[in-house]
Nanobody, 118 residues
């Protein structure tokens, strides 16, 4: 049984940083592709970035200047930092597993809502 669980603060103030962690249970993050994806009513589903156990990392061109994705293989954790946030960064943030850099993703976390507001 494999589970992905997102965690982190649900409320972040503008100009600050969204910091999220995805904890993977029942599987190793090595030799897999791990994604951060978000969804909001205004933007729809948006791919943020992905990493292969931290060896290679790719970011969305629209967000890459503000994105940092990292892994902790000893803890089976995937982390996301999004800096200088604005209200439009409000979204449900998901982590997801795939067999390659692109779709499909076979496992998703339940997502966590992050609201950017003062």
């Amino acid at each position: 049984q494999v589970q992905l669980q997102e965690s982190g603060p649900g409320l972040v103030k503008p100009s600050q940083t969204i910091s999220l962690t995805c904890t993977v249970s029942g599987d190793s993050i090595r030799d897999k592709f791990w994604n951060w994806i978000r969804q909001s009513p205004g933007k729809g589903l948006e791919w943020i970035g992905a990493t292969r156990s931290g060896d290679h990392t790719y970011y969305s061109p629209a967000l890459k200047s503000r994105i940092s994705i990292s892994t902790d293989t000893s803890k089976n954790q995937l982390s996301l930092q999004l800096t200088s946030v604005i209200s439009e960064d409000t979204a449900v943030y998901y982590c997801a597993r795939g067999d390659d850099w692109g779709p499909p993703r076979d496992l998703w976390g339940k997502g966590t809502l992050v609201t950017v507001s003062s």
